[in-house]
């Protein structure tokens, strides 16, 4: 397949792989393994004072405030259980802006007057930390030269221990704010954001008649999408290794037309690193339930179950780490970039959204008879209202010069952001609308004509893959958001538009009551007034077709095509004034957004340029001019020995080969260019000169490819890194 010596060896590489060695025991059983890392709910009543265990679940199920007198007996039991793990440091982890995993380790053992060490952990070290702030992105909240900042002890979401095979390390789930209490992280405004929504949703189930429940809390469950490369070729690539996609790629002869890998049988190498991982996230609680093939060569899904929704924003975030540190086990990297090959699908991370306790289970279940269900039709009027009065805010949620790859494109929801219903939902809205809903329709039965096959139920409508925001059943999926970043982002954009939605809903039901009006008549009169209102962002077709942006334009949704037309949406007015009545964000807080917003865009674009520049200057023209003067060469000698030579090849490599000199020359002028050093000119910097620039050395590298004797074309190529596992 390869000519190229470099190339050869990674493909010889890849022929000898042997899978790693088991590192466990093959007698365990199946599923004994879960949450043993984890300092949770079991292990917090076997080894906490009753009274001291009553107080720490009484915060994490009904939002009490921490009771300061517990902390030290929760340290030393946490420090007992994790130094029988093997831990000998601790670390409070906490998500900076980078939108990565951020930690600094300390040790349990302090020096004695004696010579000898002893194990402290006191209940000050567990509730607070004091991390370097100064170096991780803030958006204007800090200056360069102040450096503290502090993390704070989630007590919500459980301690973990981390194995390492040179030791392992206890890691406390904390939020991170700067002096001011200003949030410096994700998790800090996801917290904050939770709490409003269920104290809104806690006033509309008090008038349904729930008197006495547990604190309502969102749930998430983060569908991760994900490619898988062979390591050889991933370190022979530095577009891969420094910007996470390639900058370059002709298209193989064979893509992903046949969808040949959906759901197809799952490759050795790669069920052994799903099996590997997989434990390890038992290990540490994190609930993997799915894992298949997804539509690209080489792409792969893997699904948990639902969790409380800063839990499962921090599984996730422990979720990618650990994929990354057992896909090197196995000889792959894995990539999560939205886009890192072009011309095949690119990848998600699915956002399923659904509120409720442990008491009531989720509160957008519909039940059999939907239109009879006045509870769950409020919950679900208030999503389409949330949804259509904040729409700009969804996507500026997962908006990124990464993600601008995949959205938009035929294998992602559009950049417009509209519901699906689906057709029973549809139906008893369009019923609200006019009147009182009356019917629903029900689940069908499927006859296949196999005798030896039962008859199958089929559920009252389908599922749209194409909704940025789909009802499927008991909950609500985001699929915007990009493979490559947190969850919290989405989450705390959904929860406080969710919190203004049903503060707005439960005000008026509330209202209405007080002035004598029966209950019943106030419910269906809100819901007629809400799907009248905001109606317009049900769509029920398919989002990909041309003729929906048209008519989306028609009914006055936005088609914020771009990272930098969405982030704005950041700063509007009613923005500003929805996540500071919520006390999401103050005004800071938001403009620290907005401003990361555009430096990330900008920092990430700036970075592909370069390498663009300096692969396209040393690896692929110098293969190219080689090519061009072995066709010169054999075309002259043919000419001396009196044969007539045909020009055709050298006229084919020389015109691709003029253009990616060109192109290159503007490439080069355009980051020479000064621009400003505002984050918002930098940004259009980036969009109106390097991209293109960008895209002209790409095209001219890859009909180059085309042609390029293979001995001499130095990247690894999609045919190799999709296929070669």
Known sequence: MSGNKARLQAMRDVEAYVPPAHSFDESEAPGSVFGTNVFNQAVMQKRLPKSVYKSVMSTIEHGATLDPLVADAVASA???????????????????????????????????????????????????????????????????????????????????????????????????????????DHKTPLLRSQQAMGEHAERILKLFGHTDTKKVVSFCGPEQEYFLVDRHFFLARPDLMNSGRTLFGAKPPKGQEFDDHYFGAIPERVLGFMMDTERELFKLGIPAKTRHNEVAPGQFEIAPMFERGNIAADHQQLLMTTFKTIAKKHGMEILFHEKPFAGVNGSGKHVNFSLGNSELGSLLVPGDNPHDNAQFLVFCAAVIRAVHKYAGLLRASVASATNDHRLGANEAPPAIISIFLGDQLADIFEQIASGPATSSKGKGHMTIGVDTLPVLPTDPGDRNRTSPFAFTGNRFEFRAPGSMQTVSGPMVTINTIMADSLDYVATALEASVAEGTDFDSAVQALLTEIITEHGAVVFNGDGYADAWPVEAEKRGLANLKTTLDALPELITPAALELFAKYK?????????RYEIGLEQYALTIGVEARLTLEMGTTQ??????????????????????????????????????????????????????????????????????????????????????????????????????????
């Open 78 to 184: 946490m420090k007992d259980w994790a130094l029988e793990k093997g831990a000998t440091h601790y670390a409070h982890v906490f998500y900076p802006l980078t939108g990565l995993t951020a930690e600094k380790h300390d040790s349990f053992f302090e020096p004695t007057g004696d010579g000898s060490a002893l194990a402290e952990f006191a209940g000050k070290t567990l509730v607070q930390g004091e991390p370097d702030a100064s170096s991780f992105p803030n958006g204007g909240l800090r200056n360069t030269f102040e450096a503290r900042g502090y993390t704070g002890w989630d007590v919500t979401s459980p301690a973990y221990v981390l194995e390492n095979p040179n030791g392992n390390t206890l890691c406390i789930p904390t939020v991170f704010v700067s002096m001011t209490g200003e949030a410096l």
């Open 584 to 592: 999401v964000f103050n005004e800071r807080e938001m403009h620290s």
């Open 620 to 725: 692929i023209l110098p293969a190219a001019v080689r090519h061009q003067t072995e066709v010169a060469t054999n075309i002259a000698a043919l000419k001396a020995a009196g044969v007539e030579a045909d020009l055709a090849p050298l006229t084919e490599v020389s015109e691709p080969l003029g253009a990616l000199r060109s192109a290159l020359a503007s490439l080069r002028s355009a980051l020479a260019e000064e621009v400003g050093h505002s984050a918002q000119a930098e940004a259009e910097h980036a969009r109106a000169a390097l991209l293109p620039a960008m895209s002209a050395v790409r095209a001219a590298s890859d009909a180059l490819e085309e042609l390029v004797s293979d001995d001499l074309w130095p990247l690894p190529t999609y045919q190799e890194m999709l296929y070669v596992l």
